[in-house]
Structure formats: C-alpha cells, structure tokens
C-alpha cells in the first residue's frame, strides 16, 4: 500500500515539474526597461511606454503595466527568454489590455519571434511565428488577430473573433494543443475554438473540382417553366401613363404664345406591368448540377500545425493613434491551469477600476456642474449689465429728446 502512495506523489510531481514558465512579465520593477529591448529601425517614429497603473485601477502596485504615452506614434520593444519548442506539449500565451484612453484605432497584440530576431531592428516586416491579441480602428474594426506564420507565410485565422472595446482591464489568452486544436478566451472566458487545418488555410484543401468534369448539355436545372396552354388576356396591354382626365386648359393658356395645350399625365390604374405566364413545375428538373470533386493531389497533410520549433522573443510592435493603452500580466506557459488560475483574477480588478472610474466621473460631473453654473451666472451678470446701458442709452435719447423740444 506504501508504494503505491509513493507512486501517485512521484506520478504528481512529475507532472508539476513538466509544466513550465517560459516568460512572466507583471511589470513589478521599476527597472523593466532592463530586460526590454526599444527598436531603432529607422524611418520610424517611435513612443515610449511607460510604468503606470493608469489613472484608474483596483491595486496602485499590482496593476502597473508598461503604458503607450505618445499619440500617433508606432510602438516596438521585445523582451527575449531561454527558447523553446512546443512539441508535444500545449501552448499558452496570455496578456493584459487596458486601453484606458478608449481606444479610437490602434493594435493591443503581440508578437512571437524566433531566436533570430535583431531586437534593436523589430518592425512591421520582421518575420514572426505566432501574433496574437486585439486591434481597434473605428467601428468596422474591432477583432482579435490569431495569427501564424506557416513555411514562410503568415496565415490569418478565417473567423472573426471580436475583442473588447471598453476601458478597463481584459485578459487574453491563446491555447494550441499538440492534436492540432486551438482555443481563444477572452477573460479566462472561451470565445472560439476548433482546429487549426480547419480555421487556417495552412494547407491546400483536400478536394478540388474535377478539372475534367463539366455540366451535361441536357442537363435541365431549371425548377418551373412557363405554361405553354396560358395566353395572355386580350384586355391586358394598358398604357402606363395615361392623361389626367380631370385636368382643364388654364385660362390664361395662349395656344399661340403657350403652344397645344396637352393635359398632364398620370399614372393608369389599369396598367398591369408586362405579362408573364404562369410557371410550372418542370417535369425534366434534374436539381443544381454540382460539380464532382476528386481528390486534390496538392494536398499534404501535417499533424505538426501546432508546432513551433523555437519560440524565445516576445514584442509589442503596433501603432497608436491615441495613446494609452496598458498592457501586462505578460505569460508564456504549458501549464492551462496556471492560466487559467491567473486569468481569474480579472474580475476583481475590473470591479475596483469600475468603483474607482465611477468616483473620478461622478467628481468630474460636479466639477461640469458647477463650472457650468459658474458659466451661466457669468452670462445672467453680463445680460444684466447690457440692460443697465440700453436704460442708460434710453434714458439720454429721452433727455436730449425733451431738449430738442426747448
């Protein structure tokens, strides 16, 4: 009995030391720009972040986040870590965003890269292996980008995948399974999911049209055919504007200086439109011909869609229009639990940014009311002093007026 005992907390230990860490960033120290890298690829204007926890938050410390503190500026620092491979294990990678600022349009994703990556060249055009998170621009754009780069090409996810727009705190969270599966949670909460061959177009599909197939002559898709026996009504054909028969030749009409006078036309509540037959059911309807498939010799498949060979950088690299977007609680794991076990804590911190937002607006509001009142008093005042001079004025018209009488 003892062995067995030994067994299941060796079992268990085991399967704690499989489960690791390859990159938690929380923005505690002061000195984070030590670890992260700002690009210098020229041609572009860069923004700097900086360490805040926004000017609304649940915990002064624990919510501080690198923040975009420059309009209209791209955005690009990576911090890079031990490289890895995911084979044969899961995938999670995971981040906060808060755009604070509520975002018009700029991206909130992230970046993985390889271990090639020159940090101090990162730009739009650096290859990546996986770019995942939320982009906003208006209203036509509000998704999140699931992102792979397969033999070369970078692959978008075909659904579309709506992120949060609001100004509080919201996690995201990528899961990729080694059977090829995927999920997307948005606040430790499952959007989408499915499989990768299915929602990527990685591969070429597995059938094609038959190139060599082409719709039988005969073939009769048509549902209804017109009545051969139905003949048009010989009443049918009415003109479709005929004239007013209530109109009269105005009086003062001069068929010399005016012309002919023509009364106005109007609609014919006779007319009937052009006559069609009535249509029945097609006796040689064969249905929708549909074009035969055959297998697509193009086609390969590959059970390693999920794999990343190497994985050791990690980098925001967007534009801003309107700045202030925080982002943290950066974690790259194998362990779904542990995610998951962070993810939860979402929604405290939601509740104390909403309790402390809704206190800096219901100040702000006193603050318009009374600037507002302030404004109107001022306005009363000045109305009060243009009445006191149109008196004044008033009054020195009459005196100079009774002097003119003297």
């Given at each position: 009995?003892?062995?067995?005992?030994?067994?299941?907390?060796?079992?268990?230990?085991?399967?704690?030391?499989?489960?690791?860490?390859?990159?938690?960033?929380?923005?505690?120290?002061?000195?984070?720009?030590?670890?992260?890298?700002?690009?210098?690829?020229?041609?572009?204007?860069?923004?700097?972040?900086?360490?805040?926890?926004?000017?609304?938050?649940?915990?002064?410390?624990?919510?501080?986040?690198?923040?975009?503190?420059?309009?209209?500026?791209?955005?690009?620092?990576?911090?890079?870590?031990?490289?890895?491979?995911?084979?044969?294990?899961?995938?999670?990678?995971?981040?906060?965003?808060?755009?604070?600022?509520?975002?018009?349009?700029?991206?909130?994703?992230?970046?993985?890269?390889?271990?090639?990556?020159?940090q101090t060249d990162m730009h739009g055009e650096s290859p990546y292996e996986i770019m995942?998170?939320?982009?906003?621009?208006?209203?036509?754009?509000?998704?999140?980008?699931?992102?792979?780069?397969?033999?070369?090409?970078?692959?978008?996810?075909?659904?579309?995948?709506?992120?949060?727009?609001?100004?509080?705190?919201?996690?995201?969270?990528?899961?990729?399974?080694?059977?090829?599966?995927?999920?997307?949670?948005?606040?430790?909460?499952?959007?989408?999911?499915?499989?990768?061959?299915?929602?990527?177009?990685?591969?070429?599909?597995?059938?094609?049209?038959?190139?060599?197939?082409?719709?039988?002559?005969?073939?009769?898709?048509?549902?209804?055919?017109?009545?051969?026996?139905?003949?048009?009504?010989?009443?049918?054909?009415?003109?479709?504007?005929?004239?007013?028969?209530?109109?009269?030749?105005?009086?003062?009409?001069?068929?010399?200086?005016?012309?002919?006078?023509?009364?106005?036309?109007?609609?014919?509540?006779?007319?009937?439109?052009?006559?069609?037959?009535?249509?029945?059911?097609?006796?040689?309807?064969?249905?929708?011909?549909?074009?035969?498939e055959i297998a697509n010799p193009e086609y390969v498949p590959d059970d390693k869609l999920y794999l990343r060979k190497?994985?050791?950088?990690?980098?925001?690299?967007?534009?801003?229009?309107?700045?202030?977007?925080?982002?943290?609680?950066?974690?790259?794991?194998?362990?779904?639990?542990?995610?998951?076990?962070?993810?939860?804590?979402?929604?405290?911190?939601?509740?104390?940014?909403?309790?402390?937002?809704?206190?800096?607006?219901?100040?702000?509001?006193?603050?318009?009311?009374?600037?507002?009142?302030?404004?109107?008093?001022?306005?009363?005042?000045?109305?009060?002093?243009?009445?006191?001079?149109?008196?004044?004025?008033?009054?020195?018209?009459?005196?100079?007026?009774?002097?003119?009488?003297?």
């Amino acid at each position: 009995m003892m062995w067995c005992k030994t067994v299941i907390v060796l079992l268990a230990t085991v399967g704690f030391i499989s489960a690791e860490v390859y990159l938690k960033e929380n923005f505690d120290n002061e000195n984070w720009e030590d670890t992260w890298i700002y690009s210098k690829h020229p041609g572009k204007e860069f923004g700097k972040f900086v360490l805040t926890p926004g000017t609304f938050y649940n915990d002064a410390e624990a919510d501080k986040g690198i923040q975009t503190s420059q309009d209209a500026r791209f955005y690009a620092a990576s911090r890079k870590f031990d490289g890895f491979s995911n084979e044969d294990k899961p995938l999670v990678v995971q981040f906060s965003v808060k755009h604070e600022q509520n975002i018009d349009c700029g991206g909130g994703y992230v970046k993985l890269f390889d271990c090639s990556l020159d940090q101090t060249d990162m730009h739009g055009e650096s290859p990546y292996e996986i770019m995942f998170g939320p982009d906003i621009c208006g209203p036509g754009t509000k998704k999140v980008h699931v992102i792979f780069s397969y033999k070369g090409k970078n692959h978008l996810i075909s659904k579309d995948i709506r992120c949060k727009d609001d100004v509080y705190t919201h996690f995201y969270t990528l899961i990729v399974r080694p059977d090829n599966t995927y999920e997307v949670l948005i606040d430790n909460e499952k959007v989408e999911s499915g499989n990768l061959e299915d929602d990527w177009d990685f591969l070429a599909p597995k059938k094609i049209k038959d190139p060599s197939a082409t719709k039988p002559e005969d073939w009769d898709d048509k549902a209804t055919i017109p009545d051969p026996d139905d003949k048009k009504p010989e009443d049918w054909d009415k003109p479709e504007h005929i004239p007013d028969p209530d109109a009269t030749k105005p009086e003062d009409w001069d068929d010399e200086m005016d012309g002919e006078w023509e009364p106005p036309m109007i609609d014919n509540p006779e007319f009937k439109g052009e006559w069609q037959p009535k249509q029945l059911d097609n006796p040689n309807y064969k249905g929708a011909w549909e074009h035969p498939e055959i297998a697509n010799p193009e086609y390969v498949p590959d059970d390693k869609l999920y794999l990343r060979k190497e994985i050791c950088t990690l980098g925001f690299d967007l534009w801003q229009v309107k700045s202030g977007t925080i982002f943290d609680n950066v974690l790259i794991t194998d362990d779904v639990e542990l995610a998951a076990k962070v993810a939860a804590e979402v929604k405290n911190t939601q509740a104390g940014e909403k309790k402390v937002k809704e206190a800096q607006d219901e100040v702000q509001r006193k603050k318009d009311e009374e600037e507002a009142k302030k404004a109107s008093d001022k306005d009363d005042e000045d109305e009060d002093d243009d009445d006191e001079e149109k008196d004044d004025e008033s009054k020195q018209d009459k005196d100079q007026s009774e002097h003119d009488e003297l």
